[in-house]
């Protein structure tokens, strides 16, 4: 691979890279919001159980089963997902970076010897 080539594949990386970082401050606070909303609303339907007299030892169970916590706890374990596969996307875009300065490296020495 020419030296101009890896320059140039070395910069569409690194647009990716920055792309990716963006794109995960976003995904990052969707995922806290999400957080929070389910965090909220356990706590409400914990109130509700508790002030209804359910047993201490259940409430948990019940609270957990409504269909609408389980939709947050579901929407938050998504946003999870999505924010931990773009981290790994960065890390791997990192990889190739690395990868490709040091074949920009190794090509830059060679052209010295000749």
């Known amino acids: 691979m020419e030296l101009q080539e ?18 995960q401050k976003d995904l ?4 806290g919001r999400a ?7 356990l706590a409400d339907k914990l109130l509700e159980y508790r002030i209804a007299g359910e047993p201490a030892t259940i409430m948990g169970d019940l609270c957990r089963g409504d269909r609408a916590i389980a939709k947050l706890k579901l929407e938050r ?3 999870k997902g999505i924010a931990d596969a773009c981290r790994q996307s960065i890390i791997a875009t990192q990889a ?3 990868a490709l300065q040091t074949l920009i490296s190794t090509r830059k020495e060679e052209m010295k010897l000749l």
């Open 96 to 98: 190739s970076m690395s």
């Open 6 to 23: 890896l320059e140039k594949d070395l910069l569409k990386e690194n647009g990716w890279l920055f792309h990716k970082l963006g794109e």
């Open 77 to 79: 374990d998504i946003s």
């Open 35 to 41: 957080e929070h909303d389910y965090r909220v609303a």
């Open 28 to 31: 990052i606070k969707k995922w």
